[in-house]
């Protein structure tokens, strides 16, 4: 009856061993198809990061070549601003430079047309007046004036020469002028205060043509002699 009871344990032992043995068989199984599947991940893994990292090596390559190339760009860029700047410089001076050569032109082109005006309007004027009113002029016309009342006086002694021998009184000839100094005086004085039409007509040719003062003549002017006296 004891043997009976040990063999029915161990046959019970024996299933129970069986079963756990199938079991852990069973487990082992998915536990090495777990482990398959693992190391092929793990594989995976190791190409995708050696895929990653090759690729990650171009990009640190690309980078430092981009690098470079930005260097270069920037060196370039400076060199160009340095240039540049010095360029801007050079065109400054010059602006200037331009701007105080148009001020004195500006300035000089002022006093061009202030002097101008001044000639044509006044200077003319205080010329001719300066002349007439100098020894200059005056001891020449004065030559003429002598060498004219010489000639009046003998005109007239050979005229009053000729009425006294004919008898004939003094105040009826035709000659005979007692106001005669006095008209003179008058003339003198006239002349030494008169204006001249032509250089009033000088004074108003300001603002037209060159060739409008060159063409002005004054009235009854004798040409033949003002040409051999201007090309003399």
């Not at 129970?16 to 079991?23: F, G, K, R, T, Y």
């Not at 991940?41 to 190791?46: G, I, S, V």
Request: aromatic fraction near 8%.
């Amino acid at each position: 009856m004891e043997g009976d009871t040990m063999l029915s344990r161990l046959i019970l032992s024996s299933c129970n061993l069986s079963a756990l043995l199938a079991e852990g068989i069973t487990r082992f199984r998915k536990g090495m198809q777990e482990y398959e599947e693992f190391m092929k991940k793990k594989d995976r893994m190791k190409t995708s990061i050696a895929s990653k990292k090759k690729e990650i090596d171009g990009f640190a390559k690309k980078e430092e070549s981009w690098v470079k190339k930005m260097h270069e760009v920037t060196s370039r860029h400076e060199v160009e601003v340095e240039g540049l700047k010095k360029e801007l410089e050079v065109l400054k001076a010059r602006e200037k430079t331009s701007l105080e050569e148009q001020e004195r032109l500006e300035a000089s082109e002022v006093w061009l047309i202030s002097d101008n005006r001044w000639f044509i309007e006044h200077g003319f004027q205080q010329v001719v007046t300066f002349l007439l009113h100098s020894s200059e002029f005056n001891q020449v016309l004065g030559g003429v004036y002598t060498k004219l009342l010489a000639h009046g006086r003998h005109q007239g002694l050979v005229a009053g020469y000729k009425a006294c021998k004919a008898g004939d009184p003094q105040d009826k000839s035709p000659i005979f002028q007692p106001q005669a100094l006095k008209v003179f005086q008058d003339c003198v004085r006239d002349m030494e205060h008169m204006t001249w039409p032509f250089v009033g007509e000088v004074s108003e040719c300001f603002d037209k043509p060159l060739s409008v003062l060159q063409d002005l003549k004054p009235r009854g002017l004798n040409e033949v002699v003002c040409k051999k006296v201007l090309e003399s």
